[in-house]
Structures are given as C-alpha cells and as structure tokens.
C-alpha cells in the first residue's frame, strides 16, 4: 500500500473513532448520567447554591422512587426549568400538614435533613395532598424557602430528570449525597 493510501486510510479510521465517542459521550449524557447546578437555597442545608451534582438518568426507569430520593425535575410551570427536591412521598400516600408538621399516612416525618427542627413548615392553614397514579409528592429541605408540592402538588413521574447522587463541587463537599 502507498503512503498516500495509508494516510487516507489512518484519518478515516480517526474520524470513524471520534465519531462513536461522540455519539456514545451523548448516548451517557442524554439517557445515563447528566450533571446539573443547584441554584437557590430550596435544598439547604444539604445542597447549597452552585453545589454541582451527578444525577442518575436511568436508575428511577429500573428501580423506582424511593423515600428521601433527591429528584432533579422539571418545574410543572416551566419545563425549560428544573427543580431539585426531596421526595416525601409514593403513589397512593396522603401527605397532611398538621400544626406545620408534616405527616405522611397519618404518620409525622422525622427529617434531620430539613433546615427548621423537625421539618416544621409553615404553609397556610392546614393542608391535603392524595398522590395519584404515577405522581410523587416532592419538598425543598428548606422548607420556609422553597416552591414544591406544597405550592403546584405532586409531580408526574414522568416529568422527573433524574435522581441526584453525587456532589463533585465543591471539592471540600465531595461525595454521595443522602
């Protein structure tokens, strides 16, 4: 074979190769694993703004939604927007707020996570939520400073982006998250 033939033959071979690392680099962004950027103070004390997390694509498609999963999904108002929350509660659950507490099927949540003791919310006069058929009903743990279920209900499952799992920023933060 000539050089020239050579050459010719090595570049395709380089093209074909950055072409599949291409595609398969979209194929993990789109249907795998994303990141995404915490804006806004909904989640502390847990995420804080511009924490920078790895969220899990698939696995809520393979094993569903589990209590205390930390959601990235989109705002029920504005799809172009994600939120990221908590889920309190499943499919078929009551959630109630008594006295600003929280109960799921008549049972109060205890949630170190929240920022105020015991998860106290205050939300208006007392208030009822039925989570229907493929919804999970979803709180910021800064519960005086977040736009969640209480405001726009349960959120469809399909509208969810992902499960959040991991901080990489910053860098004195790195790891899970729970």
Same mark, same amino acid.
């Given at each position: 074979?000539?050089?020239?033939?050579?050459?010719?033959?090595?570049?395709?071979?380089?093209?074909?190769?950055?072409?599949?690392?291409?595609?398969?680099?979209?194929?993990?962004?789109?249907?795998?694993?994303?990141?995404?950027?915490?804006?806004?103070?909904?989640?502390?004390?847990?995420?804080?703004?511009?924490?920078?997390?790895?969220?899990?694509?698939?696995?809520?498609?393979?094993?569903?939604?589990?209590?205390?999963?930390?959601?990235?999904?989109?705002?029920?108002?504005?799809?172009?927007?994600?939120?990221?929350?908590? &889920?309190?509660?499943?499919?078929?659950?009551? &959630?109630?707020?008594?006295?600003?507490?929280?109960?799921?099927n008549n049972k109060p949540l205890k949630e170190e996570y929240t920022s105020?003791?015991?998860?106290?919310?205050?939300?208006?006069? $007392?208030?009822?939520?039925?989570?229907?058929?493929?919804?999970?009903?979803?709180?910021?743990?800064?519960?005086?400073?977040?736009?969640?279920?209480?405001?726009?209900?349960?959120? $469809?499952?399909?509208?969810?982006?992902?499960?959040?799992?991991?901080?990489?920023?910053?860098?004195?933060?790195?790891?899970?998250?729970?």
């Open positions: 074979m000539n050089s020239s033939k050579k050459v010719k033959s090595e570049f395709f071979e380089w093209i074909i190769m950055i072409i599949v690392a291409v595609i398969l680099a979209l194929i993990i962004r789109y249907f795998v694993l994303s990141s995404t950027l915490v804006n806004g103070s909904s989640m502390e004390p847990t995420l804080k703004t511009n924490d920078r997390l790895l969220v899990n694509r698939i696995s809520f498609m393979v094993d569903d939604l589990k209590y205390g999963d930390i959601v990235e999904f989109h705002n029920p108002h504005n799809e172009k927007e994600d939120f990221i929350k908590r &889920v309190i509660a499943l499919e078929g659950d009551v &959630v109630e707020i008594k006295n600003n507490i929280v109960h799921v105020t003791e015991n998860g106290f919310t205050t939300f208006g006069a $007392e208030s009822y939520w039925e989570v229907g058929k493929d919804e999970v009903f979803v709180l910021g743990d800064n519960r005086p400073n977040s736009n969640d279920s209480r405001a726009f209900g349960p959120i $469809e499952k399909d509208s969810i982006v992902g499960i959040a799992f991991f901080r990489f920023y910053p860098f004195s933060k790195i790891g899970l998250i729970k």
